[in-house]
């Protein structure tokens, strides 16, 4: 089997386990997303451990497993979501992943601080606390600290100037919120549906930034 169909493999593997559990989210079947939904992430990091080869004392290996462990977090996070008692321990998870991301991203840095976006991110997180806060009861302090944290990765996505880093972020938020709405204010199909589109989209994107800038560092350690 050539590198190249390695690659691919998980590629379709990924679109396949994704296609399927939109259609359990769509049946609002919770049991067969055991499988479907806990498979998205893990072959994720398989497209990024196939895709990623750090070179010896590479400046790329911090950051990749900054990331990986960030996608691990976000691996439990899912899980912890599909049971009813599992939302502070999947709230917990994706902290966890966010953080890492920025971690991640703080190494990318290339723009310098940006204030107004980070006063826009702010007025975003408050407004739309502002509306989640009636139905939060004794979730509101997990979900103001989520919610900061979340807009923060954003923030240091943008300052990377990646825009696969930055849309799979936007996406992201986007989710968050979706699902924030989905949970606390009004369950529907619909709603469960973009939350998944959008958030496998974001880690998809954020992968691929990843690799982008990987390849990039690679290219500039050989050239020198």
């Known amino acids: 089997m050539t590198q190249k169909l390695k690659i691919h493999i998980p590629k379709i593997l990924l679109l396949i386990a994704f296609t399927a559990d939109l259609f359990f989210v769509y049946q609002n079947q919770t049991a067969p997303r055991f499988f479907t ?3 998205l992430v893990p072959l994720l990091i398989l497209i990024c451990l196939l895709e990623t080869k750090p070179l010896s004392h590479s400046k790329t ?3 990749n497993y900054l990331f990986l462990t960030g996608l691990m977090f976000s691996f439990f996070g899912d899980f912890f979501l599909l049971f009813s008692w ?3 321990p999947g709230l917990g998870s994706f ?3 966010h953080f890492f991301y920025i971690f991640c991203f703080t190494k990318l ?3 310098k601080h940006l204030p107004i976006l980070a006063a826009g991110l702010l007025v975003y997180v408050t407004v739309l606390i502002f509306y989640l806060f009636p139905y939060l009861k ?3 302090i997990p979900v103001i600290i989520y919610g900061v944290v979340i807009a923060a990765m ?3 996505a ?3 100037t990646n825009k696969n880093l930055i849309l799979g972020a936007v996406l992201f938020v986007i989710s968050d919120s979706v699902l924030a709405i989905n949970l606390f204010v009004k369950k529907t199909t619909v709603l469960s549906m973009i939350v998944m589109m959008t958030y496998i989209s974001a880690q998809w994107f954020l992968v691929k930034g990843l690799l982008s800038n990987s390849k990039k560092m690679k290219f500039t350690e050989t050239i020198h």
Request: charged share 20%; glycine share 4%; no cysteine.
């Open 95 to 97: 902290l966890l992943a």
């Open 154 to 156: 954003l923030y240091f």
């Open 37 to 39: 939904k806990t498979l």
């Open 158 to 160: 943008v300052r990377t």
């Open 109 to 111: 840095t290339v723009r």
């Open 61 to 63: 290996q911090p950051f």
């Open 86 to 88: 599992g939302f502070l």
């Open 138 to 140: 004794e979730m509101k």
